[in-house]
């Protein structure tokens, strides 16, 4: 994957929830304990962690960047990137792409050779644009409802996702439902239930 994947997805979730209302973020999204301004700030600190982890020649190989992180309020998530709620909407939805947007340009940039750490596997360009890619595809999903918008990613994308990043995953005709389903976030017919999983972010050639 690259970094016309994590543009393509950041698009799309800008052209899904373009006409929120400003108003309309506040609940909290889905079964999370995050508003849905919450999750989408979160999705967007994610892509601005991920472009800071392969930024660097010298890229940290156990640990995030020193960035300082912190909640808002207490229950919410631990951020660098914070948006102001007087900016809307379209403030929002243009911090999640001009986090996206650094992230592709890092991931384009960065040799095949580079490494980042995450703590699910140390990964090369290509992992942090898969996983960038699946933190905006199922965070929107956590919003769509509650903000009732459709969300129904392409399945060629969530297909690239579902081959870079996850290993062992039953076969099955649609692959959004394989996404959400390996991601803890729906059922499978004749599986248990996701309650604690994790992607594997190495490198394909180093598994």
Not at 93 to 103: I, N, V
Not at 181 to 200: I, K, M, V, Y
């Amino acid at each position: 994957m690259n970094g016309a994947d994590v543009l393509r997805s950041v698009a799309l979730v800008r052209a899904a929830f373009a006409d929120v209302p400003d108003d309309g973020w506040d609940r909290p999204a889905g079964t999370l304990s995050w508003t849905c301004w919450e999750t989408m700030e979160h999705t967007a600190d994610d892509l601005f962690a991920y472009a800071g982890q392969i930024a660097a020649p010298d890229s940290p190989q156990d640990a995030y960047l020193p960035f300082a992180w912190r909640p808002m309020r207490e229950g919410g998530p631990s951020n660098t990137v914070f948006v102001e709620h007087s900016g809307g909407t379209l403030g929002l939805l243009r911090c999640l792409e001009a986090c996206g947007a650094m992230l592709a340009g890092v991931v384009d940039a960065a040799p095949a050779s580079r490494r980042g750490w995450h703590p699910d596997g140390t990964s090369d360009p290509e992992g942090f644009a898969a996983m960038g890619v699946v933190e905006v595809l199922v965070h929107a999903w956590d919003v769509a409802d509650t903000v009732e918008r459709p969300w129904n990613p392409p399945a060629d994308l969530v297909t690239a996702v579902l081959d870079r990043l996850f290993v062992g995953l039953p076969a099955h005709e649609d692959p959004w439902r394989l996404l959400l389903w390996a991601t803890g976030r729906a059922e499978l017919p004749g599986h248990a239930t996701r309650t604690g999983w994790r992607w594997d972010g190495r490198p394909l050639a180093e598994r």
